[in-house]
C-alpha cells in the first residue's frame, strides 16, 4: 500500500511542481536511502535487478533512492534532472510472472536513464514490453502485482497504469494522486497497442465504446483488500482543496494525514495516508519523501523512517552532494546503528503506551525543528543558486548532515523520555499481540 501526490505549477504556491510519496511495507522491512553518482558502463555490461539481469547503458545519471533493504529498485527517488518517481501496487486480472522486473526495478532504471518525465515513462513502458513485471515484492511470502507510477519533472508530471505488459498514461493537467487501484478510465493520452482490443478478446467489454481501463483491466476484490478508495478520495480532496497554496510544508502536512478529526492507532479500522499497521492494516508507512522540482537548484525532502507524523523530513541536495551513510544501514531486524530503526524504536514505544498524548508531545517539537530545518534548506540554496564545485557541495552536504544529525539526537532524545513513561492503560489485546508479535520477529524490546 502507497500513496504517491503531485501539484503542478498552476496550483502550486511558487509555480513549481511538487512531488510527495508515502512508501508503504512490511512493519519489519527496513526502508533505506541510497545514493549513486552518475556513472559510466563498459560496453556489454549488464545490470543485475531484483531477480533479472538486463543490457546496462552506458551512462546512468546521479540518483537519490529510498529502497527497501532488499530490492535492488526504490520505492520512490530522484535523479539530477529532478526526474521524480513513485510506484504503487495494483492488481488486475492480467496474470503474474514468477521472475520479471519488480515496479520498484524499472522506477530505478527510468530515473538512471531519462532525463525528462516524458523519456522516463518510455524507458518504463519499452521495459515492460520486453522483459515484464515479474517476481515476489516481499522477502518472507509471495506478494505479486503490477505496477502504476507518478513520473513528474520540473514541467510536467504523468500518471502511468500497467496490467503486466498493457499500459495507459494520462498526462496531469494540475494534481493528481494515485492509490493502490487503477484511475484512468475511458480517457488517456497514450496506450499500449493493442489494449482496447485485448479486453475486448478477453470478454471485459464489447467493444471501444464501452472500454474503460480501470473497470476492464482492473481486480476490484484486490483493490479493496488494499483499503486503496478512501486514501486515494482524501489525498485528491486535499489537493483540490489547496490548490494555488499548495507548498513543501503543506506536501509534508498531506503524507502525514490520519484523515482528519480524532485518530488512534489502538482503535483504527482503516488506512490513512499516514499508514500505522494493525491488527485490521497489514502495511506500515516506512519512508516519506517531498520533492521540490525547479529548473534551478531543486531541493528533496525525505524522511527515512516510518509514520511521517512523528518524523522529521531532511534536506538532500543533487550535484553529487550524496546523502549520510549511515541512511543505508538497515535490515529485517533492529539494529542500533540503523538510524531507521533507531526511530522506528521511538515509533513503536509511542504506539504501545499511548499515541494520542505521546505523538502530540513529540509533534509540537518537531514543528519548530522542521521549520529550521527548511530555513536552513532553503537558505544554503539561495546562497548557492549557480555556483558550481567543490565549495558548494560541501556548503549543501553541512546541512544536510546538520540536519540529519539533529533529527536522531532528538529521536533518541524522545526515546529515552518515553521510556520513563509509565502506559497507564494497555492496548486492546488484538492491537498488543498483533505488535508483540512484530517487535518478537525484529527482535526489538519496547
Known sequence: MCDTLVALGNSTEDGSVIFGKNSDRDPNEAQVLRYFPRMEHSEGETVKCTYIEIPQVPETYEVVLSCPYWIWGAEMGVN???????????????????????GMDLLRLALERAETARKALKVIVELIEKYGQGGSANPNFQLMYHNSFIIADPREAWVLETADKYWVAEKVRDVRSISNCYTIGERWDLASPGLVEHAVEKGWCESRKDFNFAGCYGDREMESIAMAAGRLARSMNLLRENKGRINVELMMDFLRDHGGGGWDPWTQEKATICMHAGPGVVSNTAGSYVGHLTDEEHLHWFAPSSSPCISLYIPVYMGGVGVPEELSRGEGKYSEDSPWWVHEKLARMIHMKGYSRLAGEVRAEIEPLQKRFLDEAYGARRECLGASGEGRRRKLREVTDRCFRAAYEKYREWAGNVAKVEAKERPPEKYYEYWYLQNYAAGINV
Request: proline letters at 4%; a negative charge.
Open 80 to 102: 539530477e534532472f529532478g526526474v521524480a518517481i513513485g510506484n504503487e501496487a495494483v492488481w488486475s486480472k492480467e496474470p503474474y510472472r514468477e521472475t520479471g522486473l519488480l
